[in-house]
């Protein structure tokens, strides 16, 4: 079945990352070492634990190259897999399928790496009742399929952009004279959803009197962030942001906080390990 992700256009990715590894040349290594009626038959494989993310985008890359290639995936993105555990198998026309074969590793391996490094943090906080947020700390060009990654690993989507939330920072703040100030334009602009970054607890008062909807409890410890959450007091979702580690969310979930934010999710998450081997036909 064809990979679709709303406002993701998987021809264009495909053709684009093919045509970057192409070049002016081609694959001269397949050319001029495979014989052009060759088959090849191969199952990707993981070789660790790894969340799934990305099988149909590989698929896209093989059949992309030979239309009349056998793919067939093995799992379905979302699931937790075993090390040794086959993903998909592919047969047909050998010098395509080699060709296509980095690209389609690249996708899977960075995207499958994402959802497990979100999986982790998701069942750290299991049970406490917060939710998990990624961030707007993306690839460019890749966010789309990163957090649809973070979503396979169980986490919720934060802002896709800057155009769907206001969020009303620092910087914001220095330059409209205060909080009260900046969220009030806001209001005034008819923003519907206007997330505050607050560090401070006398900062929350004034966000919510102007008319944030959401505050963002920006590298507050524990202790304040109880403080936080008691001041808010349920009239807007709490997020705690900043500096948050796989070592230090569960304590960070305890305090009450509706989401928690993690930057790293899409960062620095390392890439799964999954081969593409030889079968023999």
């Given amino acids: 079945m064809p990979f679709t992700l709303d406002g993701f256009d998987t021809g264009a990715f495909v053709a684009a990352t093919l045509a970057e590894d192409l070049g002016q040349s081609g694959d001269i290594t397949s050319a001029a070492v495979i014989p052009a009626a060759a088959r090849f038959a191969g199952a990707m494989a993981s070789r660790d634990a790894i969340v799934v993310a990305g099988i149909g985008l590989a698929a896209a890359f093989f059949a992309d190259l030979d239309p009349e290639a056998r793919i067939v995936p093995l799992v379905e993105d979302g699931v937790t897999?075993?090390?040794?555990?086959?993903?998909?198998?592919?047969?047909?026309?050998?010098?395509?399928?080699?060709?296509?074969?980095?690209?389609?590793?690249?996708?899977?391996?960075?995207?499958?790496?994402?959802?497990?490094?979100?999986?982790?943090?998701?069942?750290?906080?299991?049970?406490?009742?917060?939710?998990?947020?990624?961030?707007?700390?993306?690839?460019?060009?890749?966010?789309?399929?990163?957090?649809?990654?973070?979503?396979?690993?169980?986490?919720?989507?934060?802002?896709?952009?800057?155009?769907?939330?206001?969020?009303?920072?620092?910087?914001?703040?220095?330059?409209?004279?205060?909080?009260?100030?900046?969220?009030?334009?806001?209001?005034?602009?008819g923003i519907a959803r206007i997330i505050v970054e607050v560090d401070r607890l006398d900062q929350i008062a004034p966000a919510l009197e102007a008319g944030a909807t959401w505050l963002l409890l920006d590298n507050m410890a524990p202790p304040m962030l109880r403080e936080a959450v008691a001041l808010v007091n349920?009239?807007?979702?709490?997020?705690?942001?900043?500096?948050?580690?796989?070592?230090?969310?569960?304590?960070?979930?305890?305090?009450?906080?509706?989401?928690?934010?993690?930057?790293?999710?899409?960062?620095?998450?390392?890439?799964?390990?999954?081969?593409?081997?030889?079968?023999?036909?």
């Fill in 81 to 189: 897999v075993p090390a040794g555990t086959a993903l998909l198998r592919v047969e047909g026309k050998a010098r395509a399928l080699l060709t296509a074969e980095r690209s389609a590793l690249n996708t899977v391996q960075h995207l499958s790496g994402i959802a497990t490094l979100t999986r982790s943090y998701v069942d750290a906080i299991a049970g406490t009742g917060a939710i998990l947020l990624d961030t707007r700390k993306t690839i460019p060009g890749l966010r789309r399929l990163e957090k649809y990654a973070t979503r396979m690993g169980g986490a919720h989507n934060h802002r896709m952009g800057l155009w769907d939330a206001a969020m009303i920072k620092d910087n914001h703040v220095a330059v409209a004279g205060g909080i009260g100030p900046a969220v009030r334009r806001a209001v005034e602009a």
């Fill in 234 to 281: 349920g009239r807007v979702p709490t997020e705690a942001s900043g500096g948050v580690r796989l070592d230090t969310i569960r304590a960070i979930a305890e305090t009450g906080v509706t989401y928690i934010s993690v930057g790293r999710l899409t960062q620095s998450a390392p890439a799964a390990d999954i081969g593409l081997d030889f079968e023999a036909l």
